[in-house]
């Protein structure tokens, strides 16, 4: 493996960049319920002082929402938190399908805003490889952008985790075209992870090889 | 005036739509563009507030459709964190481009101000 190539970083840097603008966005929108709630208390006091009772119910539920926001953003937070944390370590005990579905709930709003949804298939039992947590994440946000993109009218992506011999698979599918002769995510990305990426245009899968073990240099 | 509001944040479009009642506009709300089309279909409107990113359609696209049916509104952007291309396509439009959170005064001077032609 070798981190420090200069596509690789900037790479990285972009999703970085990208994460925090979707968890910033999140953030707001938490910090905007909370400000209009923190506001509609404001207007019936203002209301009360004029002889307009306040109703216990009324305010109950107003504290309700922003009880329930601070809790949204606390786990976006947490969520923040555990991504600046993925670059602790070169390499660590990665748990596939728990990364995966980490990886998809920051994105989630990229996801949704484009009226895609992506589901992670079942799985047996915990797969777990050996590799850099953060340049994983990075690839499936890589491939999963081609993969969606390729898919113009696809609204629904799984992605199916699979052993093999060396390693594990991550099958995305329905593609709705496969152009082998694209390659559109990021190599450097993908060599530094010791990964293979095969689009298959027959099953209209998008499949992503990972080692158990990644070699370090 | 009638104004619509049109956010994916339910709580947050539902309780703004209350906030500006207070003051005097006759506020709906809508959490997606297929709702905010229903509406706009069966009743006028002066004013619509939206926000830029939503699932299947922001508010960008939304704009385009809803003055193919009331070519007469007027329009304003309210938005958690649009991007510098939001932002600028906002500029371009001629359109008020408003951050979340944001001053109900200041909201309020905007859609009266959007109301009267003056933006938008």
């Not at chain 1, 002769?181 to 530094?192: G, I, N, S």
């Not at chain 2, 229903?38 to 830029?52: G, S």
């Amino acid at each position: 493996m070798n981190m420090g190539t200069e596509k690789t970083k900037l790479t990285g840097l972009a999703y970085f960049g990208k994460m925090m603008a979707l968890i910033s966005h999140e953030i707001k929108n938490s910090l905007a319920i909370i400000n209009e709630n923190a506001g509609l208390m404001e207007d019936l006091s203002l209301m009360a002082k004029k002889g307009n009772p306040l109703d216990p119910e009324r305010t109950g539920t107003i504290a309700g929402r922003v009880v329930r926001q601070v809790q949204r953003a606390d786990t976006t937070v947490k969520r923040m938190n555990r991504l600046a944390h993925s670059v602790d370590n070169p390499v660590t005990e990665v748990d596939v399908a728990e990364t995966l579905a980490f990886t998809l709930e920051l994105g989630e709003k990229a996801f949704s805003t484009l009226g895609l949804r992506v589901e992670v298939g079942p799985l047996a039992g915990p797969v777990v490889i050996n590799t850099n947590e953060f340049l994983f994440m990075n690839l499936i946000w890589e491939v999963l952008g081609y993969a969606l993109q390729g898919g113009g009218r696809v609204e629904t992506m799984t992605i199916a985790i699979r052993r093999n011999d060396n390693g594990v698979e991550l099958v995305f599918s329905p593609l709705h075209a496969v152009d082998g002769e694209r390659t559109p995510w990021d190599r450097a990305l993908a060599e530094a992870l010791g990964a293979d990426i095969w689009p298959f245009a027959d099953t209209r899968e998008l499949v992503l090889k990972l080692p158990e073990i990644l070699k370090t240099v | 005036m009638r104004v619509l509001l049109v956010d994916d944040e339910v709580e947050y479009v539902a309780t703004l739509a209350e906030r500006l009642s207070f003051r005097g506009v006759e506020a709906r709300w809508a959490s997606n563009a297929k709702e905010a089309l229903a509406y706009i279909n069966q009743e006028p409107f002066d004013v619509a507030v939206l926000d830029v990113k939503m699932p299947k359609m922001g508010g960008i696209e939304l704009k385009r459709r809803i003055e193919e049916i009331a070519p007469g509104m007027r329009f304003i952007y309210l938005t958690g964190h649009g991007s510098e291309d939001d932002y600028k396509k906002g500029i371009t439009d001629g359109i008020s481009y408003l951050i979340k959170p944001v001053d109900i005064d200041q909201l309020m001077k905007v859609i009266n101000q959007a109301a009267a032609g003056r933006i938008g």
